[in-house]
Every structure is written in C-alpha cells, then in structure tokens.
C-alpha cells in the first residue's frame, strides 16, 4: 500500500496483519467504496517503546513499538494539518505491522513501514488499532531534492553503563534535546552503538527510549556490543534492507541480533555492518556485502557513509584490541576503492578525527593536525569516532603503544596521537557529532551537549577525577561550543565540481 498523503481514496485502508504463529490471525475489515473502516480491536493493548526508524530512502519511516498483545495492530499516518481538533480523520491512511512474539518479556514486538510520503510536510501518527491507540506523534519531512542534508551521530549512550539508569538517561535526553533544539531541520540521527549497557534489560531500553526526539526524528540504528547477547535490539528497531545471513549476525539463535543493513537518503547511501561479527571471515564478508551495495545501489549517490560501532583507528582504551587490530588491517584499503567518504564509529567513548586515509595510509603526510579544511581526493577517507552522548561512561586518551600494534604508533607531528588521528579528544563532558553535506563538501563538527555540570553521570558519581579541557586544567567550555570542526572537500579531482559557493552563501560560518 501506498501512502497518498491522505487525499486519494474515500476510505481508510487496512492491510491483513501479519502476526506469530502464536497469535490468532485476525483480520481487519476494510471499506474501499467509502466510510470508516472498522479495524480489528487491539484488545487494551499496552503500547510502549515507541521508535521512528529510517526507512529505504527518504520517502520512508519505520515505526517499531512493543505491544502486550499480539492482535493485530497498524500505524495511521495522515498529514498534520488534518487532524480535527487533534482527532484523526476517517480517512488517515493506515499501514499494517508485523506482530511477533516477544523472547525478551513475554509480549510482542511489532513494526511496520510507513511509504511515499511526500517532501515538506509534517505528518501526524499513532499505533495500536481501534480503541486502543498510542498517543499521537509527530513529525516533519523536508526538501528530497538538492545537495543539502544535515544529520546528527551520537556516540554510545550505553545506558545502565554508570550504575545509574536514571542518571544515564537524564544525559541521554538532555544531549537529544540539546542536539535538535540547535539543529531542528536535521534530518536523521545516527547511532554509533551500544544504545544500553545489558542487551535485554529493558529498564534500561525504557530509559534509551523516554525521549519523545526518537519518535519525532528516525533513529537509524547501529548494534554494538553491549547490545548483543539478546533479541532486544532487533526487536525495538526494524532497519530496511538487512541481511541477517551467519557472517553478519553472530550469536546462537535464540540470542543473535544485528545484520547488516543499507539504505539511502537524498543522495547518500548509508551502510551499516554489524562489527560484532567480525570472526571466522565475517571481515571479509563485510567487504563483499559493502562492495555489492556499491555495485548496486552507489550510482549517482553524491557520498558513501559507512557506519559501525568498533573504531579501528581508537584513540582511548580499546586502541590495540585483538579484534580492532585485525580490523585496522582488514578495513581500510577496501573502504578506499569503494570510494566511501566517511566512517562514523563508536566503542571508545572519546572522540577522534582521522586524517585522509588511503589505502590504510596517511594520504599526505604533510596535512596538519586539526586542519579546517582537507580534500579527500580520490581514495581518501575519513573515519570519526564519536564520545559519549550521555555521559554514563568515559574512556581516557591512551598514549600510542608500538609494543601493542607495531603499526599504531605515533603521529610524528602530534606524538601524543595515533598516526591515523588529526584530532583527539577527551573532556568528560557529553557531545555530539554534526555532520553538514553541502554539494561536494562534507562539514564533521563535534559539539558540547553538556558541562561538567549534572546530567553528567560518570562526573556526578566521581567515577572521573576530572572535567574539562585539557584534562580538566581548562574551565568547562559552554554548552554548544564547538571541540572540533573539518570541511572535507570530496571532489574526488574532478575540476569544477567543488566551488566556493557554498561560502559565500554563509554555510561554513
């Protein structure tokens, strides 16, 4: 079924939903010549953990959600500006969800995808079915065309990690609600793992999701390790085009999560691997997944993300880690001749930019550390790896070991550093990652979302000893403030394709 933005049709329509074989197949009923349609009853289903996900382009949303029954259930979706005094019309179009038994507590968890939606519009929805609704969310598309698009990446929020759930998820919505209200028109919000610290305890999946920001803006998720071990993750977040074949979806049967997903947005094509499974050949299967997504779907796409949650280049506690070691030489040379432009990782809770990267190599040795600007050329590639964004846990900056990686020593410019890293760093304050696509430029800025001031869970429960910059000899800088900016230039050499517009048109300010 299609979504018609409300005003094709006279009546509602109501797919059959598909449920587990434990449930009852229920059917709803449907009016196609007019009138109401009367939907099947969800039975005062209690409905939580309500989640906006990307769906396959920009024309997409997935909505997931957990549910006490396993009746059938739908998402009505219609324009915002046609509510009727905040009640939804007879003729909001419905999308029918996938309802399956819950291994996690005993429920079901349900998710279905909401299509061709239309650019410019803010959209009202809510789940369940007749007489046993949520509440009703929000939220707005904006322009499909063009070369601009803002979308924000969030470091492991690993909530539970601090001992303090409530304190945890204090951080966590205060770096969203910080995040959007300087960014309102972003468009996605990336994640770089570890959503909770125990994978199947949902005290701590409730704290991840209170925030009413992941019902407004579509959670593109990324499953890290402390999200592995149990169905939870998967089964609060359905992601479009996923391949849960072995290679990408390690763990027993009852246990694994994750798989290896694609989607596109405008015109990125983002890639998700599940970094977890990383043994027996998993590395090399992630290439070849990579590669057949590039070889598909990379015509015409202006930048190729990538995004998963161990950082091979780490600059903090997990730098040598006998799988980030393999990883760093298994990764980077392919990532060049796939011609993906930017890595966006998690797992070291500190934040780091690389320098251009080619082929596992420092593409000019002469680039400075913190350079504003760099050209990725053709090959280049740039690999962040991204703080907390609560503020449940930090990992300190860990001095380059050659005894550890003989191929992970200093920078020769920057000792302090790892050779891969123009930029390291590490306050004990929360921040987030804005990523800028201007045309042929990419602008990467790591932002302060908190102080040294609570919500900072780690600091509050004095599991630091210090805050602040330069390892806390430096006041706590504002909320906001800016820890590091890079505009890549990804031309690739083309002449002429990389102008000076943008500038002057007061984006880089």
């Known amino acids: 079924m299609k979504f018609d933005n409300g005003t094709k049709g006279s009546g509602q329509v109501l797919r059959r939903v598909a449920v587990s074989a434990g449930a009852a197949a ?53 324009p915002t500006s046609k509510l009727v005094e905040g009640q939804f019309p007879a003729n909001a179009v419905t999308f029918s969800a996938t309802v399956t038994a819950n291994s996690v507590n005993g429920g079901y968890n349900a998710h279905a995808t909401i299509d061709s939606l239309k650019q410019n519009t803010e959209y009202s929805y809510r789940v369940g079915a007749e007489g046993s609704w949520s509440p009703a969310y929000s939220f707005t598309t904006q322009d499909f065309n063009g070369n601009n698009l803002d979308f924000l990446f969030f470091g492991d929020p690993q909530i539970g990690s601090s001992g303090n759930v409530a304190k945890d998820g204090a951080g966590w919505a205060d770096t969203l609600d910080v995040a959007l209200a300087a960014n309102p028109k972003a468009e996605l919000l990336v994640s770089g793992g570890d959503q909770v610290e125990t994978a199947n305890t949902e005290t701590q999946w409730n704290a991840f999701l209170a925030s009413d920001k992941l019902r407004q803006y579509p959670w593109a998720a990324t499953i890290g390790n402390h999200d592995v071990g149990g169905k939870a993750y998967e089964q609060h977040f359905w992601t479009p085009n996923t391949d849960r074949s072995a290679p990408y979806y390690n763990g027993s049967a009852t246990t694994r999560s994750g798989g290896d997903y694609w989607f596109k947005y405008k015109n990125i094509l983002f890639i998700d691997i599940n970094s977890n499974a990383y043994a027996s050949g998993s590395d090399a299967a ?23 949650h161990h950082a091979i280049y780490s600059p903090a506690s997990h730098a040598n880690d006998g799988d980030n070691k393999v990883r760093r030489q298994d990764f980077p040379t392919a990532f060049s001749k796939l011609g993906v432009d930017l890595v966006l990782q998690g797992h070291d809770h500190s934040y780091s930019r690389s320098y251009v990267i080619k082929n596992g190599q420092k593409a000019n040795k002469d680039e400075q550390p913190g350079a504003a600007q760099v050209s990725k050329g053709p090959g280049g590639v740039i690999y962040v790896t991204a703080n907390s964004a609560s503020g449940s846990k930090y990992y300190d900056l ?19 550093s790892h050779w891969a890293n123009s930029v390291e760093n590490q306050e004990h304050v929360r921040t987030y990652v804005r990523v800028q696509v201007r045309g042929n430029k990419l602008v990467v800025e790591n932002i302060r979302s908190g102080t040294c001031a609570a919500p900072n869970a780690a600091v509050e429960l004095g599991q630091e000893s210090w805050c602040g910059p330069d390892s806390g000899a430096t006041a706590a800088q504002p909320v906001g403030s800016t820890v590091d900016k890079v505009v890549i230039h990804t031309n690739e050499g083309k002449a002429g394709e990389d102008t000076p517009a943008a500038a002057e048109s007061g984006w880089l300010q």
């Open 26 to 78: 229920l059917s709803a009923t449907a009016v196609f010549g007019g009138g109401l349609t009367t939907a099947a009853h969800a039975d005062s289903a209690t409905l939580t953990g309500v989640v906006l996900g990307v769906g396959a382009d920009e024309t997409q949303r997935v909505v997931s959600w957990y549910s006490s029954t396993g009746t059938p259930q739908v998402v009505q979706v219609t």
């Open 286 to 308: 992630h290439i070849a997944y990579i590669t057949d997504v590039v070889n598909r779907h990379g015509a015409g796409v202006k930048h190729t993300v990538l995004v998963y």
């Open 398 to 416: 860990t001095a380059p070991d050659t005894t550890k990686d003989p191929n992970y020593g200093p920078d020769p410019l920057n000792p302090k």
